[in-house]
């Protein structure tokens, strides 16, 4: 008995049915490699794509395949633009593919981007294009005012969730927000934390009053404590709220207003905000706090004895973001009353300055570590650290998926014994077998990238900085970490050689960065001859690379597997290689 | 928290220098209600973030680009709080304000902390600006003066100086603007 071998023994219907449970992208990839019916059906049916370098592929490329998406996700410029190591103009520009997407995709309802560069008009030609737009969330983007923001609210009927998560706004006014149209009832989640201006206070209160799904409240700090009740009141369904200012003249009738407002919001999940915080006005929040599972004090300036009052509340904490004012006393506090905690992030109130200005040391991490049975997400900075201790927090917390670990002094020895820290980060990756992101620092030889390369098996992303002494180290992260899909390094002494030697594990990646680092722009040039399918962008803001000697080092070094081709809008200052090498262009 | 009078001096100096808009260098602002958001601050601003800190602790280390790995969005937020809560803070640090004239080519600052009574606070304006202020009546304001001091609160409101007890009005007080006589009638009115 034969099966007929190109009908698919279900009807497409019923696949198509199937299909639809799968959501991640891993899997509906999987399946479309089955069988070229699966492959058809499946692209019919792909309603989300997440392109997490825009560059890795093009427009027309997405649009050929997937006819049908709904939910776009794209990000752009190399994780290091955070540090401003990227200069401006690289790239990243979103408008092609909105440009694109708007002939397309009529019914597009949702666009998550992150680092890219976004335009007003952009913004426009977002809110003109898709009937049925429903989310816009700006990650650490730039480049748009405060009038393209009014373009959607205006035009955008059905909006769910404007996010603009840390972008970098051009603040014209607060005015936008009353573009709002008195039906748009839809909202769930508004983000503007990041803008400068005042908004109309009124314009805010109406909309907030009318948006009965409302569950992400995040204000900007214009917005004044003594108002925050009225929208509390507004919106005590509220699950996620960022506060404005947190500081008013101490009055008691303002006080208890604000306690009575936050009693009301029996849902409220997560807060943030707290700029300017008065201190004396914490205890309002008292009665959210044990159901509190997310606090994001990290731009406030809290002195300690309050915040450790507040942190003693908070038992159901699963995230928590702070200053270093916390100190190590403070996280003790935290060690001993959030057991559920997941995340921490420690950030340096004092990054630039010489010497400590707070009392927050390794101890603090390890007393979490040890305390905090479900840590597995941590980002800290701090000034000293010892091999001993990270041995101890490796051992006290072999679940970690993320350490991010800043010694703010670079190539800072281990302050105990002076010697570097690879022992530490070595039982690090050698405990923690689930890791997959990890930042080192400190004083670091070639010997802790033999750990990396021999352990970190799930390690999807490594980010490195004045650290390692040769080639040796870069050959043992490139030709050991089988899942590394990002790797950004910084002032590491790493050349030619790990390079060419690993020139096809870079195909493997979704990217590669160097800056500041030992590579010529001869061996720049053969990797892209080797490898077609890699873009090797050389960013050299000092002129043509080739006008130097073909063995002196380049400036920056962005490497990224593409099946687009290389790219049309590059600016002067990046330089990529052409199969003629005498040919120079940008 | 350093030289106070240091400070005081160099703002003053920076304002009496700068004759265009405020605000349109890095120099922090205090209390302002515009909390300008940047641009994507350049290498050259890492190096001088230091220069608008106090004096008193030792200088940092040259800086070295991207490092530490602190955004550009928290090291901005950083840099403003710092400066507004110094200036809310009981224990110390300028509390800097706006002050504007009628009539004046440009606006001065003053340091609301120096002053403990409205008495000062005037007798500091009249001398800063060469004019007569006169005296505070509740039923009257300053009628019969040829200028009145009217300040900004937080709610963006323009109210008449006096009303309210010293210590609320440091708190609430967000810039000055010295007000003709003529046109100050209308607020003691109210």
């Known amino acids: ?586 | 928290m350093g030289s106070k009078t240091a400070t005081f001096i160099e703002n003053d100096l920076a304002t009496e220098l700068r004759l265009g808009l405020p605000g349109t260098d890095d120099e922090q602002e205090k209390q302002s209600s515009e909390v300008k958001n940047n641009k994507r601050s350049s290498s050259e601003i890492d190096n001088n973030s230091s220069h608008d800190q106090d004096s008193a602790p030792p200088p940092p280390k040259a800086q070295v680009v991207g490092w530490p790995p602190v955004r550009s969005y928290r090291k901005n937020v950083l840099q403003q709080n710092k400066s507004s809560t110094e200036s809310s803070d009981v224990s110390g640090g300028g509390m800097y304000l706006k002050v504007s004239m009628d009539g004046a080519p440009y606006l001065r600052k003053i340091d609301l902390k120096v002053y403990k009574s409205y008495r000062e606070l005037l007798k500091a304006l009249e001398t800063m600006f060469k004019c007569t202020i006169g005296v505070y009546s509740e039923r009257e304001g300053y009628n019969g003066s040829d200028y009145a001091p009217t300040y900004e609160d937080k709610d963006g409101d323009w109210m008449l100086v006096g009303d309210v007890p010293w210590d609320m009005f440091i708190t609430s007080c967000r810039r000055l603007r010295i007000m003709k006589g003529s046109e100050a009638k209308g607020l003691a009115c109210l």
């Open chain 1, 1 to 586: 008995m034969a099966y007929s071998s190109s009908t698919a023994s279900f009807p497409e219907e019923v696949l198509e049915h199937v299909f639809s449970f799968l959501s991640s992208d891993k899997d509906r990839n999987a399946v479309s490699l089955v069988c070229k019916s699966w492959y058809e059906i499946e692209r019919w049916c792909r309603r989300r794509i997440f392109v997490g370098n825009c560059y890795a592929v093009n427009p027309r490329i997405v649009i050929r395949r997937f006819p049908e998406v709904r939910s776009v996700e794209l990000k752009g410029k190399p994780h290091f633009a955070d540090f401003n190591l990227v200069p401006d103009g690289w790239g990243g520009y979103v408008y092609p593919w909105i440009a694109a997407m708007a002939g397309a995709y009529p019914w597009l309802e949702e666009i998550r981007l992150k680092r890219m560069v976004v335009t007003d008009e952009t913004l426009e030609l977002i809110s003109k294009s898709f009937k049925n737009f429903k989310v816009l969330i700006l990650s650490s983007c730039e480049g748009f005012s405060t009038d393209g923001l009014a373009s959607i609210a205006a035009n955008c009927r059905n909006l769910r969730e404007l996010d603009l998560r840390e972008s970098e706004v051009e603040d014209l006014s607060g005015h936008w927000l009353s573009h709002f149209p008195d039906t748009c009832t839809s909202l769930v989640s508004l983000n503007i934390a990041c803008l400068g201006s005042e908004v109309s206070f009124s314009a805010l209160e109406r909309l907030v009053a009318r948006s009965p799904n409302l569950r992400t409240l995040r204000l900007n700090r214009a917005v004044p404590l003594e108002k925050l009740p009225i929208l509390l009141r507004r919106a005590p369904q509220l699950v996620e709220l960022g506060t404005g200012a947190y500081s008013a003249e101490i009055r008691p009738d303002v006080f208890s207003n604000l306690a009575e407002a936050f009693s009301v919001c029996k849902q409220l999940k997560g807060l943030s905000g707290f700029w300017d915080l008065v201190s004396a006005y914490l205890p309002a929040m008292y009665s959210v706090c044990s159901k509190l599972t997310s606090l994001n004090l990290s731009y406030t300036t809290v002195q300690s004895p309050d915040l450790i009052k507040l942190v003693g509340h908070c038992h159901s904490l699963k995230c928590l973001w702070v200053l270093d004012y916390i100190e190590d006393a403070g996280l003790d506090i935290l060690a001993r009353s959030c057991k559920d905690l997941q995340e921490l992030r420690v950030f340096p109130s004092d990054p630039f300055g010489a010497e400590a200005n707070v009392s927050l040391t390794e101890r603090g991490l390890v007393s979490v570590s040890e305390g905090c049975p479900k840590l597995q997400s941590v980002l800290y900075f701090c000034r000293r650290m010892s091999n001993a201790a990270l041995v101890t927090i490796a051992r006290n917390r072999p679940n970690f998926i993320c350490f991010r670990l800043c010694i703010i002094e670079p190539r800072a020895p281990d302050y105990l014994t002076l010697e570097p820290l690879d022992t530490g980060f070595g039982a690090i990756v050698e405990h923690c077998r689930e890791l997959r992101r990890l930042s080192l620092s400190g004083l670091l030889t070639d010997r802790v990238f033999e750990y990396i390369g021999t352990h970190a098996k799930k390690l999807e992303m490594l980010s490195l900085a004045f650290a390692g002494d040769s080639d040796l180290g870069l050959n043992h992260v490139l030709s050991g970490c089988e899942s590394l899909r990002k790797l950004e390094i910084r002032d590491c002494p790493f050349g030619d050689k790990a390079l060419l030697a690993n020139a096809a594990k870079l195909e493997t990646m979704r990217s590669l960065w160097m800056s500041s680092c030992s590579v010529s722009f001869g061996a720049c040039k053969l990797l892209a001859q080797k490898m077609p399918r890699l873009n090797v962008e050389v960013i050299d803001e000092g002129g043509p690379p080739d006008s130097r000697p073909e063995n002196s080092p380049v400036e920056k070094l962005y490497i990224y597997r593409t099946v687009a081709g290389p790219r049309f809008d590059m600016p002067a200052f990046v330089w990529t290689m052409d199969e003629d090498a005498d040919l120079r262009y940008s």
